[in-house]
């Protein structure tokens, strides 16, 4: 279905519903991460993240009350497609290091994703002179780099076994 597209709070709006969407799909999806990993601080870290997600959800509808854009109702297909591939690695018959340094790689294109699209939220609501909203979305931003990074750290010490 097309959707008319005029201006940039037209495509503020769509790239909302993108996030809404993605963010609903990950508080499904990092329950079952945490249960998949076997390194306790990678549990831990997806455990934390799923709390941080719930977050993110309330700002998402938070922005949507405060600029009056509706966010419900779309589908974001790449994160359709990052969880089932997320899903189809857990399934593998690796490892334990091997798997969690797996469960690292799904998680992080995700956190890139989000990344992406929260950078580019955070924009167009600045050109757009909703402040409020961009120190919301600039807080959730913040939040999936650090958590990019965190998984960073992790992949060092577990990647390291993974080579063993
Ligand atoms: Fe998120
Ligand atoms: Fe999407
Ligand atoms: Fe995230």
């Given at each position: 279905?097309?959707n008319?597209?005029?201006?940039?709070k037209?495509?503020?709006?769509?790239e909302?519903?993108?996030?809404?969407?993605?963010?609903?799909?990950?508080?499904?999806?990092?329950p079952?991460m945490?249960?998949s990993?076997?390194n306790?601080?990678?549990r831990?870290?997806f455990?934390?993240?799923?709390?941080?997600?719930?977050?993110?959800?309330?700002r998402?509808e938070?922005?949507?009350?405060?600029i009056?854009?509706?966010?419900k109702?779309e589908?974001?297909?790449?994160?359709?497609?990052?969880?089932?591939?997320?899903?189809?690695?857990?399934?593998?018959?690796?490892?334990?290091?091997?798997?969690?340094a797996?469960l690292i790689?799904?998680?992080q294109?995700v956190?890139?994703y989000e990344?992406?699209?929260?950078?580019?939220v955070?924009?167009?609501l600045?050109?757009?002179n909703?402040k409020?909203a961009?120190k919301l979305?600039?807080?959730t931003?913040?939040?999936?780099?650090?958590?990019?990074?965190?998984l960073?750290?992790l992949?060092e010490?577990?990647?390291?076994e993974?080579?063993?």
């Amino acid at each position: 279905m097309a959707n008319k597209l005029n201006d940039l709070k037209d495509l503020l709006q769509y790239e909302l519903k993108d996030l809404y969407s993605a963010e609903n799909q990950l508080s499904k999806a990092l329950p079952k991460m945490a249960k998949s990993a076997k390194n306790e601080k990678l549990r831990t870290a997806f455990e934390h993240h799923l709390e941080e997600t719930k977050n993110q959800i309330k700002r998402l509808e938070q922005v949507s009350k405060d600029i009056k854009v509706d966010i419900k109702g779309e589908d974001c297909e790449a994160m359709k497609g990052l969880v089932k591939e997320g899903e189809e690695m857990m399934k593998e018959d690796a490892k334990d290091a091997v798997h969690d340094a797996g469960l690292i790689a799904s998680a992080q294109r995700v956190e890139h994703y989000e990344i992406a699209g929260y950078g580019t939220v955070v924009r167009y609501l600045e050109m757009l002179n909703m402040k409020d909203a961009a120190k919301l979305m600039e807080e959730t931003l913040k939040e999936e780099k650090e958590t990019d990074k965190k998984l960073t750290k992790l992949a060092e010490e577990i990647n390291a076994e993974a080579m063993s």
